[in-house]
């Protein structure tokens, strides 16, 4: 299969810092412009960071379509990899999906995670999730989640249809996510907004939190941000409180 042509905004990056490393990652249907500005800020703070593209993201939704969500954990496995041959210490963040694979990540290399940030991650599937399976064979796209954002200057890079067979994969995700949350060691900051849109907060939240196996965990509320926090107006204070975070551990 001919690869698809990635968008421009939407290629992985990376920033050579210190000897600590950071892994930040993406969300469902969007891509690593949502989060260069704040791979950008971490690495201001001295840290090494690696944004890496989820396979099926940037490129096209009949793209994404055809991924496995198996192709999303191998990447963010091949990008942990990377960053421990680099790094003394490597910590794991990411937005929406992005959070939820970083508790995967945290699941289950739980030597190689020295810490967690999840910002507004989903572990809670809702109704016309768990019918994904039934619906693919029916409804190949359903309308855009993407941008969810307070601040009316900023913008998400995103798909604006979400394709079905890719949200019955992301449901095979969370199921193996909830039910790895307790075997989780390391540091965790769960930051989350408010006002959420697209995942319901304060449910999904309040569920990582009560089921995190992590002694040393904390919960930081956003106030003024929706969804695509890293791009909107509390993207600043989640710089700070992450790098402080990683910092102390």
Known sequence: ????????????????GGPLGVLVIHGFTGSTQSMRPYGEGLAGHGFTVLGPRLPGHGTSVEDMSRRKYTEWTF????????????????????LSMG??????????????????????????????M???????????????????????????????KVPVPAVHELTKLLAEVREGLGRIEAPALVIASRQDHVVEEPANAEHIMGNLGSREKELFWLEDSYHVATLDNDAGLIIERAASFFKEH
């Open 130 to 160: 768990r019918a994904a399976s039934l619906l693919k064979h029916v409804v190949r796209k359903i309308p855009g989640v993407g941008s969810d954002i307070k601040n009316p200057e900023a913008r998400e890079l995103c798909y604006d």
């Open 99 to 128: 959070g939820t694979l970083t508790l995967w990540l945290a699941s289950r290399h739980r030597g190689e995670v020295a810490g967690i940030v999840p910002i507004n991650a989903l572990v809670l599937t809702k109704p016309l």
């Open 75 to 94: 990447e963010v496995e091949r990008a942990l990899a990377e960053l421990g041959k680099r790094c003394e210490k490597v910590f794991v963040t990411g």
């Open 1 to 16: 299969m001919v690869e698809p042509e990635v968008w421009e905004e939407a290629q992985p990056f990376f920033f050579e």
